[in-house]
């Protein structure tokens, strides 16, 4: 019945459209036959029918010009087309993505799916991989469909954009009348593309008690289900995940899990599985490829190991970070800078305008840095900018690319020098991956891949009583505040990196990530330094944010129908999100306004701690200049290549 209604209103949003029906003022006892004709072409037309041919058999050479797979996506390749559920953990920059696009080949030439969907944790990430599938749909197919952007207030498909217009239409760039587009016109529709690639969040939104949610799950129905980087999640949005795919899995749907930093914990949790011991998790193999009947080891991949100098640095002023970068970038060195906040980003971003701008990240010539406080414009900008500076193909020479979170999962990129705050576990090996990721000249001194780690110069102990950078807690409170709260986990990865400062990747990963994730590494090591109580409101937190999830997840099992024959409802006391948090507003620039790449900007969002009492609707006022000032309300904000500050650049 769940699957029922979102058909229903699929079939309901593709009969309204009056491109393809067009309204008929006069009764004409023919016109069902004329309906089912037009029903029936529009189908076509709009890519919801069966999926174009692929170019020839789904063998290797239809994915890669690489003489052989690699060894995870040969494990991949050799499972059954049947298994619904796949779970692949193997290191960053392994071939995890192609591995995905090799099984849906598989999986289309056996005529198990239609479509394709590619979940990734962000929206850079997800521009990124979007032009990838579009390249490797072109090597796929005959006639190969454009892939849609999943990304919200953004009309793109394939490498053409559209201005949205009033009244619901769009104008694309390419002149194209395009009904295989209609997918990417509303976000609602994101997922009955034929191959669409976003954020997680539009997939879990078809697991949510809101409006859309079954469209969304029916429409998902006939795809490959691919969620990237499963690690990243927080508990909150994981349950809703794990609902979402189940109820996918349930309908006969497939699902293909990467991750390259996934603990036992989380694993087990997604395959329905009980705990066991901290000695037998970490000591399972890795790489690996779970399916329905257990684990399958992948063999080593001849010349993929690295091996990496890993140094602590006491002190993690923007002032010490900067200097680090330069010193490396003066040698010749592509240096990538990843802050715990922006904050922290923008303070190492001043120190190197002053004395290296010739050596930063820069957009039409204007240094800047990567951070979620830009303009989507702006943004789009920047994604593509990062690529050019230290991705595969970036020329040589000295370089500093100085960024948040939002340069550390799922984007290609190849630096020779990775500065980095403390992390937790997963995210520092994470952010590994963007080091040396692929073979290529490097220069002297920097051969071996090298991280430093920025740290507090007084332990970690104060971090259970205040929040810095990004780590610990603010714990005045009734919960605990905060970016990477798990003081004991960071506790746990400092001393992996004094205990070890070799690592070699992969073959460490499964047992790193344990010793700083498994609970049987983590309960005796807050004993020993005193933190039990903290790091039961930790898992406290955590086991609150899993019951929240359980409050707002659809539930596809429960009836549309009660014994006592009520009609299922949704909640509308509430605004449901796939994300836990306050949500900063949106606010509505003046038209003409340029950005801090002289390309006009229509909007921005504030952090949410700078939107309190505000609704989204004040005006803002604008002085443009080289800086932009605005006033809202009584805030004055700053906007340059810096990104977003405050008045004055106080983030308070």
Known sequence: MHLFCGLLTLADWVA????????????????????????????????????????????????????????????????????????????????????????????????????????????????????????????????????????????????????????????????????????????????????AVGTVDQMALGGLQIKFAHLRGASLSRALLVIDEVHASDPYMTEIQRAMVQAHLDLGGYAFLMSATLGAVARRRWRNEAPSDLISDANLPYPAVWTSKGLHTIPADPGGTKVVQ????????????????????????????????????QETFAVCSVTASDMLLSVKGIPTLHHSRFAPEDRAMLDRAVEQAIGKESPQGGRIVIG???????????????????????????????????????????SQPRVIVLCPTEGLDPLTQYAENGLGAHV????????????????????????????????????????ATHPEALEPLAARHGWMGYRQRVVGKALAEMRTAELVMLDRKVPFLDPEQRVLCFPDDEKIRTRLGEEGVILTLPKGILGAFAAPISRIMLPAHWSHGLTGEEQVQVDPGQTIRMTVSDMELHYSPAGLQKGGGNDV
């Open 16 to 195: 309204s459209d009056r491109r393809a029906f067009e309204y008929a003022p006069r009764f004409s006892s023919d016109y069902w036959h004329t309906a089912q004709i037009r029903a029936r072409a529009r189908v076509a037309e709009i890519g919801l029918a069966v999926s174009p041919p692929l170019r020839g058999p789904a063998d290797w050479s239809l994915i890669s010009d690489h003489s052989a797979p690699r060894p995870a996506q040969q494990a991949v390749k050799e499972l059954l087309p049947d298994e619904r559920l796949i779970l692949l953990e193997a290191e960053t920059g392994s071939g995890k993505t192609e591995a995905a696009l090799w099984h849906f080949a598989a999986l289309l030439e056996a005529g198990k799916v239609d479509a394709l969907y590619f979940a990734v944790p962000t929206r850079a990430a997800a521009r990124q991989l979007h032009g990838r599938i579009n390249k490797a749909l072109r090597r796929m197919f005959e006639t190969p469909p454009e892939a849609v952007l999943a990304i919200p207030g953004q009309a793109v498909a394939g490498e053409a954009k559209a201005q949205i217009l009033p009244g619901f239409e769009l104008l694309w760039d390419d002149g194209a009348v395009a009904p295989q587009r209609w997918a990417a016109e509303h976000s609602a529709r994101y997922l009955a593309a034929r191959v």
């Open 310 to 345: 890993m140094e602590i640095h006491s002190g993690w002023s923007g002032a010490e970070a900067a200097q680090l970068a330069e010193d490396a970038a003066k040698q010749g060195a592509r240096v990538l800078v990843v802050r715990n906040t922006v904050v922290r980003a």
């Open 404 to 446: 948040t979170q939002t340069l550390e999962q799922s984007l290609d990129l190849c630096a020779d020098l990775l500065i980095t705050d403390l992390c937790p576990m997963d995210v520092l090996l994470q952010r590994i991956g963007r080091l040396h990721r692929h073979r290529r000249p490097r220069p002297d001194g920097f």
């Open 476 to 515: 005045g409170g009734p919960s605990l505040s905060g970016v990477y709260v798990d003081v004991p986990g960071l506790q746990a990865t400092l001393e992996q990196i004094e205990d070890q400062p070799v690592w070699c990747i992969p073959q460490m990963n499964r047992a790193l990530v344990e010793a």
